[in-house]
């Protein structure tokens, strides 16, 4: 069973960066759609960017498009989530998850990812 671990969150000023790493415990990432989600208190969860098994194909939520970039190194069993340019509305708890799909398909943050991480903490704050 996949265990994802997600790392490098934490408290950073408006206009600010932080780097994401998603860690697959044990088994290979190769076979997994990756997607990071992110939750703020009171509102739902979201979407924000995923990643198919090769990493050529990306997508992303509108609302971090320019800011935000998704990578993955599949030799270390780890997704990347590159963020620059942060705003408060940015802060959440910040998921990733993966989706077990076949080579060349593309992923789609609407599908249903079945592995999650436990998340961490994004504050965005002066």
């Known amino acids: 069973q996949l265990q994802l671990v997600e790392s490098g969150g934490g408290l950073v000023q408006p206009g600010g960066s932080l780097r994401l790493s998603c860690a697959a415990s044990q088994f290979t990432l190769d076979y997994y759609v990756i997607g990071w989600f992110r939750q703020a208190p009171g509102k739902e969860r979201e979407g924000v960017s995923c990643?198919?098994?090769?990493?050529?194909?990306?997508k992303y939520a509108d609302s971090v498009k320019g800011r935000f970039t998704i990578s993955r190194d599949n030799a270390k069993k780890t997704v990347y989530l590159q963020m620059n340019s942060l705003k408060p509305e940015d802060t959440a708890v910040y998921y990733c998850?993966?989706?077990?799909?076949?080579?060349?398909?593309?992923?789609?943050?609407?599908?249903?990812?079945?592995?999650w991480g436990q998340g961490t903490q994004v504050t965005v704050s002066s």
């Open positions: 998850a993966g989706r077990q799909t076949p080579y060349g398909v593309g992923c789609d943050l609407l599908d249903e990812y079945g592995y």
């Open positions: 990643i198919s098994r090769g990493g050529g194909r990306t």
